[in-house]
């Protein structure tokens, strides 16, 4: 049973990211350029606090807008570096807007992110985890993992008890449509 499951419900900083976001699938480039942020800035940290730091974090970074953020130059570095308010970390913030960077190249090969996961769909775990580290930086397996799974691109964001598993299969994400995607989180992590 999926321990987010178990606690989101009845947490007010868990239960509106789980209720509504997680799991379900989006095409909105902006929001998958957030969720790949979010994932990023998670590493090593709670997602309880990743969540209570999101509206600075959006705030501080253009609202991930890809256009935006993939134009962020040193200056925008070191201000987020002092900024008080939000996760500040060297490695990350410069993998985010190198990751923004990637997106908008992928415009032009894919028609976009959602475009180019739809590309490579269906993959195995290992692929994925192997096809984002050798196009974005920072992606462990939880980052691309997580990733994936809150995007509906790979299953096991709900456990199937949990009441917000139905309206994620109604949603109708790629990993149930996808003869190939395995109905399980990746192996080993």
């Given at each position: 049973m999926?321990?987010?499951?178990?606690?989101?419900p009845g947490?007010?900083?868990?239960?509106?990211y789980?209720?509504?976001e997680?799991?379900?699938?989006t095409?909105?480039?902006?929001?998958?350029?957030?969720?790949?942020?979010?994932?990023?800035?998670?590493?090593?940290l709670?997602?309880?606090?990743v969540?209570?730091?999101?509206?600075?974090?959006a705030a501080?970074?253009?609202?991930?807008?890809p256009d935006?953020?993939?134009?962020?130059?040193?200056?925008?570095?070191n201000?987020?570096l002092?900024?008080?308010?939000?996760?500040?970390?060297?490695r990350?913030?410069?993998a985010?807007?190198?990751?923004?960077?990637?997106?908008l190249d992928?415009?032009?090969?894919?028609?976009?992110?959602?475009?180019?996961?739809?590309?490579h769909?269906p993959?195995?775990?290992?692929?994925?985890?192997?096809?984002?580290?050798q196009t974005?930086?920072?992606?462990?397996?939880?980052?691309?993992r997580?990733?994936?799974m809150?995007?509906?691109?790979?299953?096991?964001?709900?456990?199937?008890?949990?009441?917000?598993?139905?309206?994620v299969?109604?949603?109708?994400?790629?990993?149930m449509?996808s003869?190939?995607?395995?109905?399980?989180p990746?192996?080993g992590?």
């Open positions: 999926s321990w987010y499951c178990e606690v989101a947490d007010e900083v868990h239960r509106p789980h209720d509504h997680y799991g379900f699938p095409t909105d480039e902006r929001v998958l350029c957030e969720r790949l942020a979010l994932e990023i800035f998670q590493a090593g709670s997602w309880r606090l969540l209570q730091k999101r509206p600075a974090l501080a970074l253009a609202n991930f807008e935006r953020l993939a134009a962020f130059g040193a200056d925008d570095l201000r987020l002092a900024d008080r308010t939000i996760i500040r970390n060297r990350k913030l410069e985010i807007v190198n990751n923004a960077r990637c997106v992928m415009r032009r090969t894919h028609d976009g992110f959602h475009g180019w996961l739809a590309a769909q993959l195995t775990e290992e692929a994925w985890l192997a096809l984002f580290r974005f930086r920072f992606m462990g397996r939880e980052v691309v997580e990733f994936l809150s995007i509906g691109e790979l299953p096991g964001a709900h456990h199937p008890q949990c009441p917000i598993y139905p309206k299969l109604a949603a109708r994400p790629r990993w449509v003869r190939a995607a395995p109905d399980r990746f192996a992590s």
